[in-house]
C-alpha cells in the first residue's frame, strides 16, 4: 500500500513540474515570426522569432494561447510534453491589393517626406528620420510592414497594441504608442494589415521629435506611410486640374 501511494505521489509531482517543450509557428508553412505565445491565466510567455520558432515551460494541462495581429488566436491544450507545430490562419486583408508596376523612374531615396501636415525636407531638418524606399521595402520578407520593420530602426518594438519606439518619454512614467500617418490619415495603435506590395515609402520619427507637427499625439513618435493608391490619386488630381 505505501509503495502504491508512493508510485501515485511521484506521478503526480512529476507531471506538476514544468518541462521545456519547442514549437514552430506558421501560415501555410511560412515562419511567422513575432507571435505571443501565453499560458492561459498567467503572465508566463515567449514570442516566436525570425524563423517561426519558440521555447516555453510548460506543465501538461496547461492550455497555451496563441496570439498575433494579423493571425486569428488559437488555443491548445498540453497533453504531451513534445514539439509543438501549429498553423494560423491568416485575418482577412481589409486593403485593396495593387499590383505593382515597375518602373525606369525608381532613383534614389527621396529627400522629401510627405505627411498629413506638409512637405519635411530630411536635409533640413532638425531630428533624425530613418527612411525606406520602394526598393528596400520589396526586399522585406515579413508578412506585413509591422513585422516588416521589427530589427531595421533602432528601438523600434512591436506587441499587439502598437508599437514603441523606445526613447525620450517626455517626462511621462509610461511611454506613448507611436501614431501612423498613412496617405495624410492618422491611426493609433496599429492601423489594419498594410500589405507590403502596395507600400512606396516609410519614415519613421523617433519619440518625442514627432511632436514638432503632430503635437501631443506625436510623443510616442510616428511612423509615416505613403502608398502606391496616394501616389496615383495625386496625379489623377493633377491632371484633372
Known sequence: MKILKFILLFFLTFNAVSQEITGFVHNNDIPIPNVNILIKDSFVGTQSDENGKFILEVKKGDFIIISHIKMHTKELE????????????????????????????NSSQSKSVYTRYGKINKRNSSFAIYSFDTKEIQRFTSLNLHEALVGRVPN??????????????????????????????????????????????????????????????????????????????????????
Open 78 to 105: 498540453i497533453k504531451k510534453i513534445k514539439n509543438i507545430i501549429v498553423g494560423l490562419d491568416a485575418k482577412v486583408n481589409l486593403l485593396k491589393e495593387i499590383k505593382l508596376i515597375s518602373s525606369k523612374k
Open 156 to 241: 523600434y518594438r512591436l506587441t499587439p497594441d502598437g508599437v514603441f519606439l523606445r526613447g525620450r518619454t517626455g517626462g511621462l512614467k509610461k511611454p506613448n504608442f507611436a501614431i501612423w500617418d498613412i496617405d495624410g490619415i492618422l491611426y493609433e495603435g496599429l492601423p489594419d494589415f498594410l500589405d507590403l506590395s502596395i507600400v512606396k515609402s516609410v519614415h519613421i520619427i523617433n519619440s518625442t521629435a514627432g511632436t514638432t507637427l503632430y503635437g501631443l499625439r506625436g510623443t510616442g513618435g510616428v511612423i509615416i506611410v505613403n502608398t502606391i493608391a496616394s501616389k496615383k490619386a495625386k496625379k489623377k488630381k493633377t491632371t484633372h486640374n
